[in-house]
């Protein structure tokens, strides 16, 4: 929980003095998480809202068709202290100035597919794969190889920058500009997840 420093000066992280609703979102957490995983981890993310929204959309998959396609950074597996502030591109503390940094925090993808699957009997869970992967089976790398055959010099390293944003892995090797410019690959970081009605089968990139 949160509240303020005995001076009132600034917030600070306590323990709940007794059980709060959220306890039941880490029991079921924990439920699906391995042995292994929990010996390991010193604490757990869990984000109650996350499971609340997957429970909803496998109902509505179940009941009305379609799917769902997650893509975002993430773990499939226990988050462990994911979550930071950021503000003018540099790391600040979590509760410094409320409402002045971007936060940000894993998606706990097993998570979503235990929810998920645990909401209907109707639907299939498919991956997660990184989105390296999923982007590589939906033909990004051909995609790119035809527009580099008829584009500028400019184009083409807009081409590559953006091709390695999305498909790379840390910072890309044949950057010859500024270097706090570097293009970051995050084709690893980011993972791709599908939720559909078990009526309409495996989907392409996940067969």
């Not at 940000?104 to 979503?112: K, M, N, P």
């Not at 235990?114 to 909401?119: N, P, Q, R, V």
């Not at 500028?152 to 944003?165: K, M, V």
Request: aromatic content about 8%; proline content about 4%.
């Amino acid at each position: 929980m949160v509240d303020l420093a005995e001076d009132s000066s600034r917030f600070r992280f306590v323990l709940s003095p007794q059980p709060t609703a959220s306890l039941i979102y880490l029991s079921k957490r924990c439920k699906w998480a391995s042995s292994e995983e929990l010996e390991k981890a010193e604490h757990i993310e869990v984000c109650a809202k996350a499971m609340e929204l997957t429970e909803q959309i496998a109902d509505r998959i179940s009941s009305d068709g379609g799917g769902a396609l997650i893509i975002d950074y993430g773990k499939n597996g226990l988050v462990s202290d994911s979550l930071q502030a950021i503000r003018k591109h540099k790391f600040v503390h979590i509760l410094n100035d409320p409402g002045s940094a971007d936060l940000s925090a894993y998606v706990d993808f097993a998570s979503i597919r235990h929810s998920a699957l645990e909401a209907s009997d109707d639907i299939s869970v498919h991956g997660p794969m990184t989105q390296s992967q999923f982007l590589g089976s939906l033909g990004i790398n051909f995609r790119v190889e035809a527009l580099l055959q008829n584009c500028t010099e400019e184009q083409a390293e807009s081409l590559r920058t953006g091709y390695w944003r999305l498909v790379g892995d840390g910072e890309a090797p044949f950057w010859e500009g500024p270097e706090d410019q570097t293009p970051i690959g995050m084709g690893t970081r980011y993972l791709a997840m599908a939720i559909v009605n078990k009526k309409q089968g495996t989907p392409v990139p996940f067969e």
